[in-house]
């Protein structure tokens, strides 16, 4: 089993920065790809952006601009999300999860993300 948490969340303002975190813990050598995912009420999780634990390879979504980069700390097993240049539209429910599978994460479906963390939310307004 692999136990994820994430950290970091807030209120922010149009415009600002926020650095999220994902602290594993459990049988993480099992764990080939780690992503952030995000929800917003009565809309499907999306995929945000992903990184490939052992080489550091990342992915992310089309739509974010190149506004959010994704990092890993091997050494504290702990994966983050810096999101600078915040939208309204960026407020949500933002959730870590873990893969077992080692696929090439851009191939991935929602149901390979096999561990979820509990989420944090993340909102921005004025």
């Known amino acids: 089993q692999v136990q994820l948490e994430e950290s970091g969340g807030g209120l922010v303002k149009p415009g600002g920065s926020l650095r999220l975190s994902c602290a594993a813990s459990?049988?993480?050598?099992?764990?080939?790809?780690r992503c952030w995912f995000r929800q917003i009420p009565g809309k499907e999780r999306e995929f945000v952006a992903g990184?490939?634990?052992?080489?550091?390879?990342?992915y992310y979504a089309d739509s974010l601009g190149g506004r959010f980069t994704i990092s890993r700390d091997t050494t504290g097993n702990t994966m983050s999300l810096q999101m600078n240049s915040l939208k309204p539209e960026d407020t949500a429910v933002y959730y870590c999860?873990?893969?077992?599978?080692?696929?090439?994460?851009?191939?991935?479906?929602?149901?390979?993300?096999?561990?979820w963390g509990q989420g944090t939310q993340v909102t921005v307004s004025s």
């Open positions: 999860a873990a893969a077992l599978s080692p696929r090439d994460i851009r191939l991935l479906k929602f149901d390979d993300w096999t561990y």
């Open positions: 459990g049988n993480t050598l099992k764990i080939y790809n």
């Open positions: 990184i490939r634990w052992m080489s550091g390879y990342t």
